[in-house]
């Protein structure tokens, strides 16, 4: 017991140590606030050039090129030569959940044990002080669904803003979408190299087993609901309750054409709202997809193709395909060891094979903002929308030249400082270059 206390112990010290104590969450602005002279990118494909945003009280108030600044006491920030863009949304991410990936679990609580969970909230879980957060927010990440793992039913996902003291300051769209996994019906790679050799393993009929289970559970629950005294009370089943009203979405986690059918099955028996997460193979049946209005969060786009028989490049072409055949899709960097930073480059990727430049910003705006169910608040440059939006030297799609100099959460001017700027100017001062 002695021993386990000393491991918590300099876990927490490490964490600690990690932290960015002088970094803190803006104070809200009220009044008129504007950026002027930039060009503006608003999300759903339209640019105005040397255009101006009106923000009154963290509320777009306008976009365009005419708009007059009173000369009271209003704030202004002239970004001539810049590019103002939506803030980004990281579609599909465990942020906040787990901070340290290996060797120190007192860190990480994402994950939770049992198959069916429709009663986990992954939103409680969420640590705003990551020091994960600072870092994606100098990348032009403003917005994250934070998601719970484990189990075939793994709980709710909810979107944060990354500008927060704590999960209920966080909190953008609590529980907007229930979580499930289908068995990959090849049983995946990972079971295939564990599997001893000469061993026999029906992996297509331990998928249908588990994705029966499910199916049996939503029936199970969809009865229960439709009870009119619902004693004793099961808290599985009344945490299916948003679900079947569509308000909440099912997030059904595929990537083997089999699993997607599973998936398509499901959403016309219950008449779900559904998105598809991963959705590697999803090129392949795009137009079913489209057909039952299902979405597709792409996750893992810098990767190898999912068969031997596809093209090297077919996961850098699979979002143009899906653009081609109306399916509405997001794009997201799900890789741990650069910690989700990419999700611009990602979709400068998808620009390079066959999307425009306004398409791929979509995919990570307000293709987004749509799958998650916030796009009446954010998602695109327009009037009504939360002022979310970040300032860049350049373009945002292309590492060489994406600088972000600004960012606005709901008219917040949010610090970009982080950890690695600080080490910068720590080792600039030592050595006279500052």
Request: charged share 20%.
């Given at each position: 017991?002695?021993?386990c206390s000393?491991?918590?112990l300099l ?8 932290t960015?104590?002088n ?6 602005y009220k009044?008129l ?5 930039g060009?503006?990118?608003?999300g ?6 040397k255009?101006?945003i009106?923000?009154?009280?963290g ?9 007059p600044?009173?000369?009271d ?7 001539q030569?810049k ?14 959940l787990?901070e340290?990936?290996?060797?120190v679990r007192?860190s990480n609580d994402y994950r939770?044990?049992g198959?069916l ?11 705003a002080?990551s ?5 994606l927010?100098?990348n ?13 039913i793994s709980g709710?996902s909810?979107?944060?803003?990354l ?8 909190i953008?769209?609590a529980?907007g979408a229930?979580?499930i ?9 990972r079971?295939?190299?564990s599997t ?8 297509a009929?331990?998928?249908?087993e588990?994705?029966?289970l499910i199916k ?8 229960y609901?439709?009870q ?6 099961n808290?599985?089943?009344e ?5 079947f009203?569509?308000?909440q979405?099912?997030?059904v986690h595929?990537?083997e054409?089999k699993q ?5 099955d499901?959403?016309r028996e219950?008449?779900f ?12 049946i795009?137009?079913?997809?489209k057909e039952n209005?299902?979405g ?8 190898l193709?999912a068969?031997e028989d596809?093209d090297i490049d077919?996961?850098f ?8 055949a109306?399916?509405?899709f997001?794009l997201?960097?799900d890789?741990?060891n650069?910690?989700y ?7 400068g990727t998808?620009?390079a094979y066959g999307?425009?430049?306004?398409q791929?910003?979509s ?10 169910g ?5 998602g695109?440059?327009?009037a009504g929308k939360?002022a979310?939006?970040v300032?860049?030297e350049g ?5 060489r030249s994406?600088?972000i100099t ?5 008219g917040?001017?949010i610090?970009?400082?982080n950890?690695?700027t600080?080490?910068n100017e ?5 050595y006279?270059?500052?």
């Amino acid at each position: 017991m002695k021993f386990c206390s000393i491991i918590l112990l300099l876990a927490l010290f490490t964490v600690r140590g990690m932290t960015q104590d002088n970094i803190y969450p803006a104070e809200a602005y009220k009044g008129l606030l504007f950026l002027t002279n930039g060009t503006v990118h608003t999300g759903n494909g339209q640019v105005l050039e040397k255009a101006t945003i009106e923000i009154n009280n963290g509320k777009i108030a306008r976009v365009g090129t005419n708009i007059p600044i009173p000369q009271d006491d209003v704030k202004v920030f002239d970004v001539q030569g810049k590019h103002v863009y939506p803030g980004l949304i990281l579609s599909q991410s465990d942020l906040g959940l787990k901070e340290i990936a290996s060797g120190v679990r007192g860190s990480n609580d994402y994950r939770e044990l049992g198959e069916l969970n429709p009663n986990i909230r992954s939103v409680v879980a969420y640590n705003a002080a990551s020091m994960m957060i600072n870092v994606l927010r100098a990348n032009g990440i403003l917005l994250a669904n934070v998601v719970p793992q484990g189990g075939s039913i793994s709980g709710s996902s909810s979107v944060v803003q990354l500008d927060a003291w704590n999960y209920e300051d966080a909190i953008y769209h609590a529980d907007g979408a229930m979580h499930i996994h289908i068995p990959a019906f090849g049983g995946g790679p990972r079971a295939r190299f564990s599997t001893p050799a000469g061993a026999q393993t029906d992996y297509a009929k331990q998928a249908l087993e588990k994705t029966e289970l499910i199916k049996d559970f939503f029936r199970q629950g969809k009865a229960y609901l439709q009870q009119k005294e619902r004693t004793p009370v099961n808290l599985k089943f009344e945490a299916l309750k948003n679900l079947f009203d569509n308000s909440q979405s099912l997030f059904v986690h595929a990537n083997e054409v089999k699993q997607m059918l599973a998936a398509i099955d499901l959403a016309r028996e219950f008449g779900f709202k559904t998105v598809i997460v991963g959705g590697s193979e999803s090129w392949k049946i795009a137009p079913l997809l489209k057909e039952n209005n299902i979405g597709v969060i792409l996750k893992a786009q810098h990767s190898l193709p999912a068969s031997e028989d596809e093209d090297i490049d077919q996961p850098f072409k699979t979002p143009a395909i899906l653009q081609q055949a109306g399916v509405l899709f997001a794009l997201n960097d799900d890789a741990t060891n650069t910690r989700y930073r990419n999700l611009a480059f990602n979709a400068g990727t998808a620009a390079a094979y066959g999307l425009t430049k306004e398409q791929a910003l979509s995919a990570i705006t307000l293709n987004a903002a749509r799958l998650l169910g916030i796009a009446d608040r954010t998602g695109s440059l327009e009037a009504g929308k939360d002022a979310n939006m970040v300032v860049s030297e350049g373009d945002i799609l292309d590492m060489r030249s994406s600088v972000i100099t600004h960012a606005f959460i709901q008219g917040r001017h949010i610090p970009l400082e982080n950890k690695q700027t600080q080490l910068n100017e720590r080792y600039l001062k030592k050595y006279g270059l500052k």
